[in-house]
């Protein structure tokens, strides 16, 4: 059974400090997401990672995928109060084209 | 950039009334799918639609209490059916890109239907 663990599942931190969130998964997979919650809103899709030792950068975001740990990171560089939000990582399904399993989210929580 | 919209987006409702959300894409998709995220919590899916076919549901869901349509490429509904507390929750649809404006691979989430019943 495909299991998703993230953790820290609730951050707080200062501006302009570095973190990074953990996602790891119990079973093989193919590719991993990342997304973004703000209060009440939707989810907003960060980063696709398809491919062992994939590395996507936006801004002071950036994710990586390691496929044989079973475990991709999502790193905060210079944090900065607009960041603060929820993310969730999520892994597809070997078994189905669409199905993800979702990780519990990351409270994360920037103080100026 | 892409539109994926639900009717309502929050409604309070009574126990035992139903409730149907809709979901609308501005473009042709092959798959919807309908989440529910309870308050602090992450996605659960419900079902999947597809046009032309029953829509598959997934360990814990039935079609009895959540019943969908897919009577189009770009349309879809969920009822919540005989409600109860426990159904208060955000209500998703996603779907699957297929090329621009939304890149494949992923999929892509409407605004959300929050629901609370009393």
């Known amino acids: 059974e495909l299991k998703v663990e993230q953790n820290p599942l609730f951050l707080s931190m200062q501006e302009g400090k570095n973190y990074t969130i953990y996602c790891n998964y119990s079973?093989?997979?193919?590719?991993l997401y990342w997304y973004r919650q703000d209060p009440g809103k939707s989810l907003e899709s960060l980063f696709v990672?398809?491919?062992n030792g994939a590395v996507k950068q936006e801004g002071r975001l950036m994710a990586s995928l390691d496929t044989k740990a079973r475990l991709s990171t999502l790193h905060i560089t210079a944090a900065v109060h607009d960041l603060s939000a929820t993310y969730f990582c999520?892994?597809?399904?070997?078994?189905?084209?669409?199905?993800?399993?979702w990780g519990a989210g990351t409270k994360l929580i920037i103080k100026p | 950039s892409a539109v994926i919209s639900q009717k309502p987006s929050r409604d309070i409702c009574q126990r035992g009334t139903s409730l149907t959300i809709q979901c609308q894409v501005d473009?042709?998709?092959?798959?919807m799918f309908w989440y529910r995220q309870q308050p602090g919590q992450s996605l659960t899916l419900i079902a999947t639609?597809?046009?032309?076919?029953?829509?598959?549901?997934e360990s814990g869901f039935v079609i009895d209490k959540f019943p969908i349509s897919r009577p189009n490429l770009t349309f879809s509904t969920l009822t919540v059916s005989n409600m109860s507390p426990e159904d208060s929750s955000i209500y998703l649809c996603?779907?699957?890109?297929?090329?621009?404006?939304?890149?494949?691979?992923?999929?892509?989430f409407g605004p959300g239907t929050r629901l609370t019943v009393l």
């Open positions: 473009s042709q998709v092959t798959m």
């Open positions: 079973t093989t997979s193919d590719r």
């Open positions: 639609a597809n046009q032309g076919s029953e829509a598959t549901y």
């Open positions: 996603s779907v699957e890109g297929q090329g621009q404006p939304r890149p494949a691979d992923t999929q892509y």
């Open positions: 990672l398809l491919s």
């Open positions: 999520a892994v597809g399904h070997m078994d189905s084209n669409y199905q993800l399993i």
